[in-house]
């Protein structure tokens, strides 16, 4: 049954990428038809960067989610609550001010630092093993902190076309960019699934306790450094490139962890491909706006995720009560 699952997840991550491709569908046999080398361009430049973006960017938020789920051992911790996501878009936009949006190296670098900042804050304000109540207080705090510093980086923009261009960046967005800038939220991204993936074993021990993990012969303080800077190297990557995305970090990892029996570690790759899933899907949705408007992806994620996020909320406040 379990592997029925995942075969029915990996096929669904295969089929969306070639939806992402391919529409809007009516567009293509026409275009190959007049100009087939145009065609290709089209494909290769502009729809395979899109959809293999939605496809990483999905996994490693998932991916990062469910580590960071494990790590404080708490359902509701995601890259986006827990101000990860907030600090990535404050280091890239405040980069993207000191030095303008045609670096992506630089960029990426701002993305990263400011997700690391994030979660060290996190970990200094809350602890390593937060309480709801905590987390979320701690989760604001950051948010609020970022979400106030990116603004006035935008209110300081050199001028009205970088404003627009930061705030349209900021809502999220796969459109237009490249294999190289696909590059630079790929390669770390990957790097960092397969590095959370390794550390599937010991996040599953820690439920047992610090003490039970230490004995079997983890450094727990390693593990959680090591984890809170793989996170903010993924997360930072991909949100210098596409903005910030909400929600996925939550929903995918709450989802897998149903796959799992609960195991925290175990769900990370299902969450990884839970997260691949809802945002190819989400960027698929957001393309059958009316032809004059646009919805930007991040919009849409943070619409379907709110409602899910105080669901969740809801149910482990009435689960804890006598």
């Known amino acids: 049954m379990i592997k029925a699952l995942y075969i029915t997840i990996g096929l669904s991550v295969l089929i969306l990428t070639g939806i992402s491709i391919a529409i809007p569908l009516q567009s293509l046999p026409a275009l190959f038809e007049t100009d087939p080398d145009l065609g290709l361009i089209v494909i290769s430049e502009l729809r395979l960067p899109r959809a293999l973006l939605a496809l990483v960017y999905g996994a490693i938020l998932g991916a990062s989610g469910a580590a960071i789920q494990a790590l404080f051992a708490n359902p509701l911790a995601s890259p986006d609550i827990t101000g990860a996501t907030g600090g990535a878009a404050l280091g890239a ?45 701690a989760g604001i705090a950051i948010s609020t902190i970022t979400g106030a510093g990116t603004a006035l980086a935008l209110a300081l923009a050199p001028s009205p ?120 899907s989400a960027d698929i949705a957001v393309r059958f706006a009316p032809p004059d408007r646009s919805l930007p992806i991040g919009v849409l994620t943070a619409i379907l995720g709110a409602p899910f996020f105080l669901s969740l909320v809801a149910r482990m406040r009435w689960s804890a009560r006598p």
């Open 161 to 280: 076309f970088a404003f627009y261009d930061a705030y349209d960046w900021l809502m999220g967005s796969l459109v237009d960019r490249s294999l190289t800038q696909l590059a630079f939220a790929g390669i770390p991204a990957l790097a960092v699934l397969f590095y959370l993936t390794r550390c599937a074993p010991a996040l599953d021990r820690l439920v047992l306790g610090e003490d039970v993990a230490e004995a079997m012969g983890h450094d727990i303080g390693a593990m959680r450094r090591n984890i809170i800077a793989a996170t903010a190297i993924g997360v930072g990557a991909a949100v210098s490139v596409c903005g910030a995305v909400g929600f996925i970090g939550l929903v995918g990892p709450v989802l897998a962890r149903k796959l799992t029996g609960g195991h925290p570690g175990r769900a990370i790759l299902p969450a990884a491909l839970i997260g691949a899933i809802l945002l190819l």
């Open 93 to 137: 936009v405040t980069m993207a001010y000191l030095i303008g949006f045609a670096s992506p190296l630089g960029i990426a670098i701002g993305g990263v630092s400011g997700a690391g900042i994030a979660l060290a804050l996190l970990l200094l304000l809350a602890g390593p093993r937060a309480e709801t109540a905590t987390l979320l207080l």
